[in-house]
C-alpha cells in the first residue's frame, strides 16, 4: 500500500480558536513543508473580515 502524501488538517481564527467557523485544507505529509505550521490569511464570515488562520489538530470521531 501507497504512503499518503497529503494530511487533512482544520484551520481556525487565531484570535478566537473556539469560533463556529473553520477551514479544512491539504498538507504535504512529508519533507520540509510537513513541520511547518499553517498561518493563512482568509476570510471569516462571522466577523465578515480576513483574518489569520493557524492550523490546529482534527476534532476526535467516534466510530
Known amino acids: 500500500m501507497a504512503k499518503k502524501t497529503h494530511v ?3 484551520l ?4 478566537k480558536p ?4 473553520f477551514y479544512y485544507v491539504k498538507k ?3 519533507g520540509e513543508k510537513a513541520k511547518v ?7 471569516n464570515p462571522t466577523t465578515r473580515k480576513h483574518e489569520f488562520f493557524v492550523e490546529k489538530k482534527l476534532p476526535p470521531h467516534s466510530k
Open 28 to 30: 504535504p505529509a512529508g
Open 8 to 10: 487533512k488538517i482544520r
Open 18 to 21: 473556539d469560533s463556529p467557523f
Open 37 to 43: 505550521k499553517l498561518k493563512v490569511k482568509k476570510y
Open 12 to 15: 481556525v481564527p487565531e484570535d
